[in-house]
């Protein structure tokens, strides 16, 4: 498949997900260059790959990964200078400001493992099947991640919204 093609069909997914994972639009813009980079390198691969989508999110995936793995490096060197995102809720449509804000903040207090299920199950449309191949985690497990994850942010916006 060409680049062209992975942007037009999934560019702008790759964009949420990883500007929600991240916390940082400008990360995000970084990160899914990076991963484009590293897709460009894996043309022999793709007669082999079955789900194109859940591969391009399982290289983007891996590619946020590193980059998260730098900042904590950056950070327990002394360098903390974290990018956040000037609109913490563009992921919801049509949001008033106070709705935005608090499912972006509620999104934001999750464990990782729960907030990343999250985006991919909601935002990006990934069954539990695709989402554990990504992940590197069974069904049921991503399952339970989903389930907790919106029992917990039904509770903290309980009244907010």
């Not at 260059?33 to 999110?57: D, H, I, M, T």
């Not at 327990?76 to 913490?88: A, S, T, Y």
């Not at 919801?92 to 464990?111: G, K, T």
Request: net charge positive; aromatic share 10%.
């Amino acid at each position: 498949m060409k680049l062209d093609e992975l942007y037009d069909r999934y560019g702008e997914k790759m964009y949420h997900y990883v500007a929600l994972r991240l916390g940082s639009s400008e990360d995000a813009e970084d990160v899914l260059q990076e991963a484009f980079c590293r897709l460009a390198g894996y043309s022999v691969r793709w007669a082999l790959v079955r789900n194109p989508k859940a591969f391009v999110f399982k290289v983007l995936r891996n590619e946020a990964n590193r980059h998260l793995a730098r900042r904590i490096k950056q950070r327990e060197d002394g360098q903390n200078n974290p990018r956040r995102l000037n609109n913490p809720g563009f992921f919801i449509e049509e949001p008033d400001e106070s709705s935005a804000a608090a499912v972006s903040e509620a999104l934001s207090q999750l464990p990782d493992g729960q907030k990343e299920i999250i985006i991919l199950k909601i935002f990006q449309e990934f069954t539990f099947k695709e989402i554990a191949g990504i992940c590197g985690l069974s069904i049921n497990t991503a399952a339970s991640r989903y389930r907790y994850g919106i029992e917990k942010l039904r509770a903290s916006l309980e009244g907010k919204v």
